[in-house]
């Protein structure tokens, strides 16, 4: 797995930025173990001082294909590559990147996809980028991609709302509702007993290195006691993500739905927002990806939940505070004018971003 860095077009702005964003203090140890993209709009304009702060083994340069015929870049990348850092060229031919010392290509999967042999001469990890839905998943698994991103994740959660046959709708509807008004412990393990695959997750995440517990817990009453009230709800929201797929894999919104949540109550906190106002940032999060969970209109989610009106509106219209919070951690590219419009400094939007891909690797290590 890999984190991509979304940068400014121009090669110069690129690097300073790049340069700013990744000598903040502690950045790979907050991102361990993912490694880190770079796109290079010029191999060339790659300055010492990038370098200097860029763990090799940790790195790859994304290269446009363009480059990769001409000498200078070619050499450039080349240095690159010599000095431990993983190239991947951006569209091409596998002969082409090799000869700019590429390990890998990646390509729009929303445009024109390679043939299999043109992966097949680097070693990969190859990456599709706008992969919309899970055919074309599969077709470019077929074709030798191993790294994934695009809308797919968000189409096969709205699928597989849309295909749910209530029960478990209805099931999830009421253990919300009950996190919401903050129910008694007996009525959460009540409802909890009727669910198994919930029930499964939440002993498999107290009895985790995570809690460090020294006899394990087997019931539901030990695991609320050793959470507490305030931790029971927060993982409860998330682990209503982390049900197994029919594939046998992990919903991929959970870490999306760990990774905003996480945000929101940093922001928050950042601001000076006060416990409850903390708790409130994080379940807008958490609930944002309901609707495609549920494969149901946000509005009918809220309406069922009787939530906090700031989170209603934040859900619903993205109105208010928590709202343009929600609205800035929604976005895949932040830019100057969004971050202003927020009132929030590119340093705390970059420190509370840190923060929260560091929880939620650890979520996703722990469920």
């Not at 964003?21 to 502690?26: A, E, R």
């Not at 077709?139 to 968000?154: D, I, N, P, T, V």
Request: with cysteine; aromatic share 6%.
């Amino acid at each position: 797995m890999a984190l991509t860095l979304h940068v400014p077009h121009e090669a110069g702005d690129a690097v300073a930025a790049l340069t700013t964003l990744l000598g903040y203090p502690d950045v790979f140890a907050a991102l361990a173990p993912l490694d880190c993209i770079v796109p290079l709009a010029d191999p060339r304009r790659v300055s010492a001082a990038l370098l200097s702060v860029l763990p090799a083994q940790r790195i790859l340069f994304l290269v446009p294909a363009a480059l990769c015929g001409e000498p200078g870049a070619q050499q450039a990348c080349a240095r690159l590559a010599d000095a431990g850092y993983r190239i991947v060229v951006d569209g091409g031919s596998g002969i082409a990147a090799a000869q700019a010392g590429a390990a890998a290509l990646s390509f729009d999967a929303a445009a024109a996809l390679p043939q299999a042999f043109q992966l097949m001469s680097l070693p990969g990890p190859h990456w599709a980028r706008n992969v919309g839905d899970a055919a074309c998943l599969a077709q470019c698994r077929s074709l030798g991609f191993s790294w994934f991103s695009g809308e797919h994740a968000l189409h096969a959660a709205r699928a597989a709302g849309a295909n749910d046959d209530g029960t478990s709708r209805k099931r999830l509807l009421a253990l919300l509702g009950l996190l919401a008004r903050d129910a008694d412990s007996r009525e959460l393990e009540t409802l909890l007993r009727q669910d198994p695959a919930l029930s499964y997750h939440l002993l498999k995440l107290v009895n985790s290195a995570a809690f460090g517990m020294s006899n394990p817990i087997s019931n539901f009453g030990q695991a609320i006691h050793v959470l507490g009230r305030r931790q029971l709800q927060r993982w409860l929201q998330l682990l209503l993500y982390a049900r197994q797929q029919d594939d046998g894999g992990v919903n991929a919104l959970l870490p999306l739905a760990a990774v905003r949540a996480a945000q929101m109550e940093m922001l928050c906190k950042i601001g000076g927002g006060d416990r409850d106002r903390q708790d409130a940032a994080f379940m807008a999060g958490v609930f944002s990806l309901l609707d495609v969970l549920l494969g149901m209109p946000m509005i009918d989610i809220v309406g069922a939940l009787g939530l906090d009106p700031a989170i209603e509106q934040a859900l619903t219209q993205r109105a208010g505070p928590l709202g343009a919070m929600l609205a800035l951690a929604e976005l895949q590219t932040v830019t100057a004018g969004a971050l202003e419009a927020a009132g929030i400094g590119p340093e705390t939007y970059w420190r509370s971003l840190l923060q929260a891909y560091h929880w939620a690797i650890q979520v996703s290590r722990n469920l």
